[in-house]
């Protein structure tokens, strides 16, 4: 991609992964072995960076997942080591639906100056939907928005049903739904959610899978005003995504929007 494509426009990657540097190779190994699909490195912020400043990503959400509650507090304060490390950084933090201490797990996370909470329903083998969830949601209300991993046709966790659900009974919670909505689900996701001020939609992991043309429809369907850019790393290169996007044929203003402008006014940057 040359480069005088892409330096005319701010771009800010809302979906990134990043883990310690002596369980990296294997957490992302791990995360291939998943989605029985080939990583593009291994997610470290050196490597990150790396990938991002190939396509001039001025700032980054990064997270991660704890599939079990004993790792929350460690996984939390990684992640604000690393956005203290790396200014650039805009850092989410995390917790399990099976925690026994959530306010605890809210307070840390706040207290560490992380801005979110990232859920992986599929991951952390929880119904996005269920009462156990839905007590990290009502903590959370109107206080930290909520990155959630949505869709896989191999399970029922995460899917667009249920983060229906969840924007219908948690009207104030800013819900950042990932993947356009649905991993390989998406045409359930159009048919059951509606974007609004609280519900807004990352094109993480999607373009990959469906035609320029199919993906347009439905950030149009969406609105180009709730849909974010985002990476995905290291499951996808930066220069590969940003190739996707552009294919997607846009406006200039819907590109502008799309690659920062909606992150920034969705989360008062």
């Known amino acids: 991609m040359k480069k005088d494509i892409y330096e005319k426009y701010e771009i800010i990657d809302a979906h990134s992964h990043i883990f310690p540097e002596k369980i990296a190779e294997i957490a992302t ?30 700032r980054y959400l990064v997270c991660s997942t704890a599939t079990t509650p004993h790792q929350i507090s460690a996984i939390n304060h990684f992640i604000s080591t690393e956005c203290e490390a790396h200014p650039e950084f805009y850092g989410f933090g995390t917790t399990h639906a099976d925690s026994e201490n ?15 909470v990232k859920l992986h ?17 009502e903590r ?12 896989d046709n191999r399970y029922d966790f995460s899917a667009p049903h249920r983060i229906a659900n969840i924007h219908k009974d948690f009207p104030k919670l800013k819900i950042l739904a990932a993947h356009l909505g649905g991993y390989q689900r998406w045409d359930d996701a159009e048919k059951l959610l509606v974007a609004n001020d609280t519900l807004k939609f ?25 849909c974010f850019f985002g990476s995905d790393f290291p499951m996808w290169s930066h220069e590969d ?16 929007m799309i690659l920062a402008e909606n992150f920034k006014r969705f989360l008062g940057l």
Not at 140 to 151: F, R, T, V
Request: hydrophobic share 35%.
């Open 121 to 137: 329903p599929d991951f952390q083998k929880f119904n996005a939907d269920s009462p156990e969830a839905y007590k990290i949601y």
């Open 140 to 151: 959370i209300e109107g206080k930290l928005p909520l990155l959630i991993h949505c869709g």
């Open 241 to 256: 995504e940003l190739e996707r996007f552009f294919a997607l044929g846009l406006t200039e203003e819907e590109n502008r």
């Open 29 to 58: 190994e791990s995360i291939g072995n998943f989605y029985e699909m080939p990583m593009t490195g291994y997610g470290v912020s050196e490597k990150l960076i790396e990938s991002g400043k190939k396509i001039g990503v001025s």
């Open 202 to 226: 990352d094109v993480s992991s999607s373009l990959a899978f469906m035609s320029p043309e199919k993906a347009a429809h439905l950030i149009h369907t969406y609105g180009s005003e709730n």
């Open 102 to 116: 959530l306010n605890a797990d809210i307070e840390e996370i706040i207290s560490l100056g992380l801005h979110g």
